[in-house]
């Protein structure tokens, strides 16, 4: 079945250690994003990518860094992780264009505590 | 850059009464303004979207409704159910982005049964 897949789903790691979380979809979408969200709350822009190698900063400040190798896989890293890096973080992807093009669908997220 | 204002942040309603949201957006530009229902613990799902070209869209008890001119698009959602309660978001596409999304603060919807 075509879906979103974040992984790993819940993460308690320590400040000062580095971290992956992983977002893969077999939508065959091209463009893909991530938000932060804290619980309830509203959805921050943080990185999207229209296509492989293609990568943009959100509107909202992030020192987390992504890459886009493959069109299905869109992983987020941060290099040394703080408790205010203490949120959910949502991945979503949406198609290049027509009718559909604007619509996202989103992943489960990654909820992340730094203690 | 594109600003959306969604208002109320809470709204507690009782079962089968009617419940509005609205929102506002900055660009005039923006084109394309979907809503999302998010239940505790889930995934933002898309439950209705509405663009430039059209000024109202229903489908079964929910509908948008958009005002370009005054730059503004509701959600209703009629004979409101327990099910219903979740946080809503609206959101807004900025003219020439390539369908990035920028969401309001979301309203917690309460339905009482």
């Known amino acids: 079945e075509a879906d979103i897949y974040q992984t790993p789903r819940y993460l308690v790691i320590g400040t000062g250690k580095k971290i992956t979380l992983e977002c893969s979809q077999t939508m065959g979408h091209d463009k893909m994003y991530w938000y932060q969200q804290d619980p309830g709350m509203e959805l921050h822009l943080i990185h999207y990518?229209?296509?492989?190698?293609?990568?943009e900063k959100g509107d909202l400040s992030s020192e987390s860094t992504v890459s886009r190798i493959r069109t299905e896989h869109f992983p987020l890293t941060l290099e040394s992780a703080r408790p205010s890096h203490t949120s959910q973080y949502l991945c979503?992807?949406?198609?290049?264009?027509?009718?559909?093009?604007?619509?996202?669908?989103f992943g489960p997220g990654t909820r992340l505590t730094v203690t | 850059g594109e600003n959306v204002e969604q208002h109320p942040s809470t709204l507690s309603v009782q079962e089968g009464d009617s419940a509005v949201i609205k929102c506002t957006y900055s660009d005039s530009a923006s084109n394309y303004f979907p809503w999302y229902k998010q239940e505790l613990g889930k995934r933002p799902q898309l439950i209705i979207d509405?663009?430039?070209?059209?000024g109202e869209k229903k489908d079964q008890r929910i509908a948008v409704t958009l005002n370009k001119t005054a730059k503004h698009f509701s959600l209703h959602i009629t004979e409101t159910q327990p099910e219903d309660s979740a946080v809503y978001f609206c959101?807004?596409?900025?003219?020439?982005?390539?369908?990035?999304?920028?969401f309001g603060q979301g309203t917690e919807l309460s339905v009482k049964p």
């Open positions: 509405i663009r430039s070209n059209v």
């Open positions: 979503a992807s949406s198609e290049s264009g027509g009718l559909k093009g604007y619509e996202q669908y």
């Open positions: 959101a807004a596409s900025p003219g020439n982005q390539g369908g990035k999304l920028i």
């Open positions: 990518s229209y296509g492989v190698n293609s990568t």
